[in-house]
C-alpha cells in the first residue's frame, strides 16, 4: 500500500439501506477520484462483506475486511448500547481511527450514539468545550457555501460553547471552504444588537468589543434569511435550532426540485425549453441537491468523524467519503488548538458577568 494513500474506516451496516448502499458508494467514489489515494478499512459481518464484495471488484482491490459481528439500530437509544457497543461497526470504526488505524471514520448509522461514541474514543480538543456537527450549505450565486454549526450535537449552549463554534468554524471555512477572513454572524431572531436572549446578547458585545483581536470579520447578529443570501460565510447557533435550519434547507430544496419536475411535465413548450436550458438545471441541481453536502462531521474531536443521512444513496456516501478524505488531509485540529489558546483572554471575558 503506498503510503501517500488516506485510509477510512467505514461502518458498513450503518444507515437505513444496509451494506450495499455503502459498499456502491465506496465504488462510486473510487470511479470518481481514482484508486491510487485511498485505503478502505469496512467494518462489519465479514462473510456478508466479502458476498457483496464480489460485485465490486474495486472495492475488493481497495479495502480490507474487519470482522465486527454486530450493529447499532436507526432505533437504539445511547443510555441502552454506549456500554454494550464495543463489538459493533460503528464502535470498532471509530476506535479505529482512535488507535491511530484510520486518520477519519464515515457513518450512515444513528446520530446519537455516533456522537456519543465519537465524543468519548476520540476526545475534544484542548480548549474546546464541546464538538459541533458542521457542514456547509447552499449560499449566494455561483458555488458559494456557508458555515452552519451546531447542526444538532448540543441543544443548549451557553456563550462560552457559542464562542468555541466561532473558532471551530472560522477554522474549518478557511482550511476547508477556502474562505479566508470568512465573515461570521451569530444566529438570532433579528440583526439588532438588542435581539435574542441573554446568552446572545453577551457574546455579541464580547465580539464586537474585540472585533480586533479575531481572527475572523465577526459582522454581529444574522437571520435566517442571511444563510442562503451570501451575506456571511460562517454561521454560529445552537443545535436546537441548528437542526432545524438544516432540516429546513433540505426540505426546501426538495420543494424546488419536485415543483420543477411538476410544471415541466405540464407544458409541451416547458419540456422543449428544456432542452436549452439543460446545463442551468444541472447546476441548480448541483447546488440544491442535499446528496452534494451529505457529510457533516462532529468538528472539535481530536480525529475525524464524519455523519451522513441514514437513507443515504451511493452518490450521497460517496461524497461523505470525499469529504473524510478532505479534512484527513488538512491540518484543521492543530490549528483549531493553536486559536483555542490564542483566544482565551477574549474567551475568559464571557464568564466576567
Known amino acids: 500500500m503506498s503510503e ?43 462473510q456478508k462483506l466479502r458476498r457483496l464484495m464480489a460485485k465490486y471488484p474495486r ?29 459493533t461497526s460503528m464502535y470498532m470504526a471509530i ?3 482512535r488507535d491511530g488505524g484510520a486518520q477519519a471514520v464515515v457513518s450512515a448509522g444513528n446520530t ?20 459541533a456537527i458542521t457542514t456547509m450549505l447552499p449560499s449566494g450565486g455561483g458555488d458559494s457555501r456557508v458555515v452552519v454549526l451546531d447542526l444538532g450535537a448540543n441543544v443548549s449552549c451557553d456563550a462560552e460553547n457559542l464562542f468555541d463554534f466561532a473558532i471551530l468554524g472560522s477554522v474549518y471555512a478557511e482550511i476547508i471552504g477556502k474562505m479566508p477572513r470568512p465573515k461570521l454572524g451569530v444566529l438570532n431572531i433579528g440583526a439588532e444588537d438588542t435581539k435574542g436572549n441573554e446568552t446572545l446578547q453577551h457574546l455579541n458585545r464580547v465580539l464586537s468589543e474585540n472585533r480586533d483581536k479575531l481572527p475572523y470579520e465577526y459582522i454581529g447578529f444574522v437571520e ?4 442562503s443570501a451570501g451575506r456571511v460565510q460562517v454561521v454560529v447557533t445552537d443545535g436546537f435550532t441548528g437542526n432545524i435550519v438544516l432540516k429546513t434547507v433540505e426540505g426546501t430544496a426538495k420543494l424546488i426540485k419536485r415543483v420543477l419536475v411538476e410544471n415541466l411535465k405540464k407544458s409541451l413548450l416547458a419540456i422543449i425549453g428544456t432542452f436549452f436550458l439543460v446545463h442551468v438545471f444541472k447546476r441548480l441541481k448541483h447546488k440544491i441537491d442535499p446528496r452534494s453536502y451529505a457529510g457533516a462531521t462532529f468538528l472539535g474531536l481530536k480525529g475525524f468523524s ?22 484527513a488531509g488538512a491540518n484543521l485540529n492543530d490549528e483549531i488548538a493553536t486559536r483555542a489558546t490564542a483566544l482565551m483572554p477574549v474567551r475568559n471575558m464571557l464568564r466576567t458577568e
Open 112 to 131: 446519537g450514539v455516533l456522537m456519543s461514541i465519537s465524543k468519548l474514543a476520540l476526545k475534544t480538543i484542548d480548549g474546546i468545550s464541546r464538538p
Open 224 to 227: 435566517g434569511n442571511d444563510i
Open 59 to 87: 472495492v475488493s482491490r481497495n479495502s480490507t475486511i474487519v470482522h465486527a459481528p454486530n450493529v447499532i439500530r436507526p432505533t437504539d437509544k445511547v443510555r441502552d448500547v454506549i456500554r454494550h457497543a464495543q463489538d
Open 4 to 46: 501517500q494513500k488516506k485510509i477510512i474506516a467505514i461502518d458498513a451496516f450503518g444507515g437505513d439501506k444496509g451494506p450495499n448502499v455503502v459498499l456502491g458508494g465506496i465504488n462510486q467514489f473510487l470511479y470518481q477520484n481514482g484508486e491510487d489515494s485511498v485505503h478502505f478499512r469496512v467494518f462489519g459481518d465479514e
Open 95 to 97: 476506535r479505529d481511527v
Open 306 to 327: 464524519v455523519k451522513t443521512h441514514g437513507n443515504s444513496d451511493a452518490l450521497a456516501f460517496a461524497n461523505s467519503i470525499k469529504y473524510a478524505v478532505d479534512l
